[in-house]
């Protein structure tokens, strides 16, 4: 008689429990590499945003507190007599008043060293939409040289433009009416660079004058570079008298810059913190950019505002105290057409909002907040990206107690 052997193996409900629990352990691990790679992209969005941060506040920083030098003297000290301890070639009066000296170009107003420009709805208590839409809209209304940038400011986010005689300077060997002399070494590392290939917006400076002038040619020849001042180009007058005394007077570049807000072409319309550096070469009938556009600086800058500390001392007549009293947006500081006002700006609060470059994973509740902005209330997409605030202080140093 044949004996049944005894089967051996695995039930169908074994297999059964076997394959759920192999599918929960696979989900598991499933769950623990997706919350890896989320908290990678939050860690990595994070560190983005904080370098990104620090690089636009470093910018913004290192330019915004030159604003007002002009050499040995600021600019408060400069205008507080009539005529002015400051004249431009590029008006036709050889002392013009302060009236006179806003008839230079917007870029070459070196009496206004800095200006602030407000974008509509953003003064602290306001709110604002990102990206916000259509084009840029504010008060003061922006001037021909900055509405013209390509690409334009952003709307709902303020501009400021700066201006300054550069920190780096050389001495002058010789000077008369119509020529500068000084060292050519020296020219070529301090003048002649930081992207100036061939700088012609210059100015001279002592502990009584300034003047701020194009020039009409440079001639490198040897030991000793001779810089030509005439009637031409955007000159309207040449150096006149010339009341500076060789070894005393030094020559600087005279900086213009505007930063402000856009999107970036580049990077796929990325939000980004542009700088516009305004130059001409020499003999030049209009002013150029630096590299030919603006530079975009910082990635992911969604959104700027801006807060100027004022002086307590608001007559123009009077010495400015060196005590910052009250603060304005750009608006209350310029109320009308008269740009005076600026001249009395002792510091500005920068308030820089960052994004991430892409969806970081940002929890819902982190979406939820909605970021603040030197108080105005900012309403960004929810894309899942992450986002902070960056505020400073930035003292004009040259408008500080005592200068």
Not at 48 to 57: K, S, T, W, Y
Not at 82 to 90: H, K, L, N, Y
Not at 163 to 185: G, L, Y
Not at 283 to 296: D, I, K, N, R
Request: proline share 6%.
């Amino acid at each position: 008689m044949t004996r049944l052997r005894r089967v051996s193996g695995f039930s169908l409900i074994e297999l059964m429990v076997a394959l759920v629990l192999g599918a929960l352990l696979v989900l598991g691990l499933l769950k623990i590499f997706d919350a890896s790679r989320a908290s990678y992209k939050l860690s990595e969005g994070l560190a983005r945003v904080q370098e990104n941060g620090r690089f636009a506040m470093d910018y913004l920083q290192r330019d915004l507190r030159m604003a007002g030098h002009m050499g040995c003297l600021n600019d408060q000290t400069r205008f507080l007599s009539e005529p002015a301890g400051f004249r431009s070639a590029f008006v036709a009066q050889q002392r013009p008043s302060a009236a006179q000296l806003d008839a230079a170009p917007d870029a070459l107003r070196f009496n206004h060293m800095i200006q602030g420009f407000e974008a509509s709805g953003t003064a602290p208590g306001g709110s604002v939409g990102l990206p916000a839409s259509g084009a840029w809209a504010g008060a003061p209304n922006l001037p021909g040289y900055i509405a013209a940038l390509t690409p334009a400011p952003m709307a709902g986010s303020d501009v400021v433009a700066v201006r300054f005689f550069s920190p780096e300077s050389v001495p002058v060997k010789a000077v008369s009416a119509s020529s500068i002399t000084v060292d050519s070494a020296r020219w070529n590392q301090v003048i002649a660079a930081n992207g100036y290939a061939r700088p012609g917006l210059l100015a001279i400076a002592d502990c009584q004058n300034a003047t701020s002038f194009e020039a009409t040619s440079v001639a490198e020849g040897g030991a000793d570079t001779t810089i030509a001042v005439t009637v031409s180009g955007l000159n309207r007058s040449d150096l006149g008298e010339a009341p500076f005394s060789p070894g005393q007077a030094t020559l600087h570049r005279a900086e213009t810059m505007v930063y402000y807000v856009a999107a970036n072409p580049q990077a796929g319309n990325e939000p980004t913190l542009y700088r516009a550096r305004f130059t001409a070469e020499p003999g030049a009938a209009a002013t150029t950019l630096v590299g030919g556009a603006p530079e975009p600086l910082v990635e992911g800058v969604e959104n700027m505002q801006l807060i100027y500390g004022l002086d307590s001392q608001t007559d123009q007549a009077r010495q400015p105290t060196g005590f910052v009293s009250r603060q304005a947006v750009a608006s209350a500081v310029q109320p009308g057409a008269d740009p005076l006002p600026w001249r009395r700006v002792g510091l500005v609060q920068v308030g820089l909002l960052l994004r991430s470059a892409d969806g970081a994973g940002t929890a819902a509740n982190l979406i939820a907040e909605k970021p603040r902005l030197l108080g105005v209330q900012t309403a960004p997409a929810d894309d899942g990206r992450y986002r902070t605030v960056y505020e400073s202080t930035i003292a004009l140093r040259n408008r500080l107690f005592g200068n």
